[in-house]
């Protein structure tokens, strides 16, 4: 059974900073994909960032202000998130799967495989 846990989310003022770990169990073998999205209330879902086993990708909306890395040995990624906004709350998820070569796309032909959400909290 594939499973990814979010943890790290919180409650953090403006400018803080935050960083989240998606744990990945139950992939066999190999890298995978892991994606970060986000979403805001009211709001679509939208990707903050993504790893294959060589490219790290960055969207433009938290570009600049965001790191992803990975830590193969603990099957982690981390999302680390500095100059945190009011306009950055919302939920975060982590995404992975194997079935493409690149972490980048639309998510539902790249990741089937979901975290259940981080809640950020960014006050002003």
């Known amino acids: 059974q594939l499973q990814l846990v979010e943890s790290g989310g919180g409650l953090v003022q403006a400018g803080g900073s935050l960083r989240l770990s998606c744990l990945a169990s139950?992939?066999?073998?190999?890298?995978?994909?892991i994606g970060w999205f986000r979403q805001a209330p009211g709001k679509a879902r939208e990707v903050v960032g993504c790893i294959s086993d060589s490219r790290i990708y960055y969207a433009d909306s938290m570009k600049g202000r965001v790191t992803i890395s990975r830590d193969s040995a603990k099957n982690t990624v981390y999302l680390q998130m500095n100059s945190l906004k009011p306009e950055d709350t919302g939920v975060y998820y982590c995404?992975?799967?194997?079935?493409?070569?690149?972490?980048?796309?639309?998510?539902?032909?790249?990741?089937?495989?979901w975290g259940q959400g981080t809640q950020v909290t960014v006050s002003s």
């Open positions: 995404a992975a799967d194997q079935r493409t070569s690149s972490c980048q796309g639309p998510p539902r032909y790249v990741y089937a495989y």
């Open positions: 139950g992939f066999t073998s190999g890298y995978y994909n």
